[in-house]
């Protein structure tokens, strides 16, 4: 970018002292489009404020180095329609834009000097060194929330590290859901956020803002001691993704590298330059030196140098087999042997693969990646990964600190002792040093494996299914009765205190006289007719063509889960993200919508699944069949183990 003219200047504000002058000026983008920005002057240097450039890249005068400035802007986001400091965004296209920013700053120099020397006037304070530009210490990586009122009594949950914002959300369930996708928040067991924004229940406490109340405190408190994702920031996690949407890629990635001999741990835009970097040995030794990352949008290309010079694709298996659990129990798997779409993936997805032992070498490896290396050799464990099919339960482990699962892979036995293929699984025997009596390690399958036998029979036709699954839900919650929803007719089943479906605060399912089945819970709504879903809420929903019910199941809470096809969030034609937002809000609101392989994989149990099998012995008589956990009731003619089962007489 260059400049071509500069065009205004904010006059001065009576009873203002303006150290910092706000100016505008045209600059000729990459494109050779020209652009108008905003320029700052202070002693006579003026910088010229270029949109998606951070404060280091913009003080070309290192003000913070010779003390005229005392740090960063707070919360300064530039981009080509407006400028943001200190949580205020002040528009391009405002007539009064220069004066507004001119005064915004100056109002951020001169709290930042009087902080500075209300620190030095302290009995017994320092002297506070000069941090070199750019850098955070150690101590403040981890994030810090701060809650607070606005002039209009909004709730606002800050959150920052050191004098930078991370992030500023409003109470409410997208903003919490945003904070734990960037690992800056603990992901809560329960969440519950009312209707007007104006309280908030996390696992069981009660925070009101409602009716003069102000538990801002109290509420920051209890972010800050039990809530910190002391995993996230360069502790846990080695490298963070977070999301901006002024970045080339939508992300922003920070972790360790050293400036000047200083380790600096600055959040950069997820781009090129970064990611070079990223993989310079000497400042940053976070990557095998024989890994190579490439950007190729919208992919990110994971490779390995070989003997020859040459580079190639990361070997395909389990140790290049990225595994991340969703909020809403999904299960993902992120293959880094091939491009891997960044488009596709949310911000803890990405943190998973920058910080998986194929890429963060000091994460732990399994095996090399040196261009000598062999593939393993393959076995009956990895035939699911070569069929791209979900990796058994039985293989997927999560180690500490990391939100992921990897894969770890058994070596084959010795041909001489290695049993034929009809002998069954191989039994891990001790290695060398081991004692033959060390109890072996044993991985627990998930808590819904007994639903596979269940779920792997054809169901019947929706219309079918429908009436009489519900009947078996209106006899397993003790109560149903003759409603409308609007104008069509339907039964319902409370879950609540209200047994009217038209009433704000039902909570319950229904059946349509049309055959569709529905769960709602305060205006939020998931709907299932002739194969079509509907979620979101009474005003508004996201329709998907194609999504067929399978099961329906609860827990104990209870929630009601909806079983459905496979890859059932493509069927809904708009982008993923917005598909698990829409989730994320039913989830919030005590409903599930899932596949048989996220059901299978997810970590919430449930407790009874109905479904309608296709083949009966009777076919023109066909029967619901209510599937109990195994151990949670004892059923006459239970057979198999698989969970107790009992058809609709």
Not at 279 to 299: A, E, F, G, H, M
Not at 628 to 639: D, N, T
Request: glycine share 8%; hydrophobic share 40%; proline share 8%.
């Amino acid at each position: 970018m260059s400049d071509f003219s500069t065009q205004a200047t904010a006059p001065p504000q009576a009873g203002q002292l303006s150290e910092i002058t706000v100016g505008k000026t045209v600059v000729a983008t990459e494109s050779g489009k020209a652009a108008e920005v905003f320029t700052m002057t202070l002693g006579g240097e003026t910088i010229t404020l270029l949109p998606l450039r951070n404060w280091s890249q913009l003080d070309v005068y290192k003000w913070r180095a010779r003390g005229k400035v005392p740090g960063t802007p707070a919360g300064l986001e530039i981009t080509f329609d407006h400028i943001k400091v200190a949580s205020e965004v002040v528009s391009m296209k405002d007539p009064e834009a220069t004066a507004k920013l001119q005064g915004l700053l100056n109002h951020w120099l001169a709290f930042a000097r009087s902080t500075v020397e209300l620190a030095h006037h302290k009995p017994g304070a320092l002297p506070t060194p000069v941090k070199h530009e750019g850098s955070v210490q150690p101590e403040d990586a981890l994030p810090v929330f701060r809650v607070e009122l606005d002039k209009q009594g909004q709730v606002r949950i800050n959150c920052f590290q050191g004098k930078e914002t991370l992030a500023v959300i409003g109470l409410n369930l997208p903003g919490f859901s945003s904070l734990v996708n960037q690992g800056l928040m603990r992901k809560p067991h329960a969440l519950r956020v009312g209707a007007l924004h104006d309280w908030v229940e996390l696992e069981g406490e009660f925070f009101s803002f409602e009716n003069g109340n102000n538990d801002a405190g109290k509420l920051e408190q209890a972010l800050n001691d039990r809530y910190r994702s002391a995993a996230s920031l360069s502790k846990g996690k080695e490298v963070v993704v977070l999301a901006n949407a002024a970045s080339p890629t939508g992300f922003d990635i920070q972790f360790a590298a050293k400036v000047g001999g200083i380790p600096d741990y600055r959040r950069r835009p997820l781009n090129e330059e970064s990611l070079a970097l990223l993989q310079t040995s000497d400042r940053c030794d976070l990557l095998p030196k024989d890994l190579v990352i490439k950007l190729s949008p919208p992919n990110l290309i994971f490779k390995c140098r070989t003997l020859d010079g040459g580079e190639r694709y990361l070997e395909e298996g389990p140790e290049t087999v990225v595994t991340v659990t969703g909020d809403d129990g999904e299960v993902k798997f992120i293959d880094l042997s091939r491009p891997v779409n960044y488009l596709r993936l949310t911000a803890l997805d990405l943190t998973a693969v920058f910080n998986h032992p194929a890429i963060n070498q000091h994460c732990g490896r399994s095996s090399q990646l040196s261009g000598t290396s062999q593939p393993p050799e393959p076995t009956q464990v990895a035939a699911p990964l070569a069929a791209k099919q979900p990796l058994p339960p039985s293989l997927l482990v999560s180690p500490s600190g990391i939100e992921t699962n990897t894969v770890e892979m058994p070596q084959p036995a010795p041909e001489a002792n290695r049993p034929p293929e009809s002998a069954g699984p191989l039994i891990p025997k001790p290695g060398v040093g081991e004692s033959a009596a060390q109890p072996a390690r044993v991985l627990r399958p998930p808590p819904n494996s007994w639903l596979e036998a269940v779920l792997s029979r054809a169901s019947i036709r929706h219309e079918w299914f429908t009436c009489l699954v519900y009947s078996k839900l209106a006899e397993y919650f003790g109560n149903s009765t003759a409603s409308t929803f609007g104008p069509i007719p339907c039964w319902a089943c409370s879950l609540g205190d209200v047994a009217d479906v038209c009433d704000p605060a039902f909570r319950g399912v229904f059946l349509t006289q049309k055959g569709g089945l529905a769960y709602l819970d305060r205006g939020h709504i998931a709907r299932f007719h002739k194969e079509v879903a509907f979620i979101g809420t009474l005003e508004s929903t996201i329709e998907g063509i194609g999504v067929s019910l399978r099961a329906v199941a609860a827990d104990s809470q209870p929630r009601v889960f909806f079983i459905v096809a496979e890859s059932y969030r493509a069927r809904f034609g708009i982008p993923e993200q917005v598909v698990a937002e829409e989730l994320a809000r039913l989830k919030a609101h005590g409903a599930l919508v899932m596949s048989a392989n996220e059901i299978l994989h997810s970590p919430e149990p449930v407790e009874v699944v109905w479904s309608v099998p296709a083949e009966h012995a009777g076919p023109s008589n066909p029967q619901a069949v209510e599937s109990l956990r195994p151990g949670s009731a004892v059923v006459a003619g239970s057979g198999d183990g698989d969970g107790a089962e009992r058809g609709e007489d």
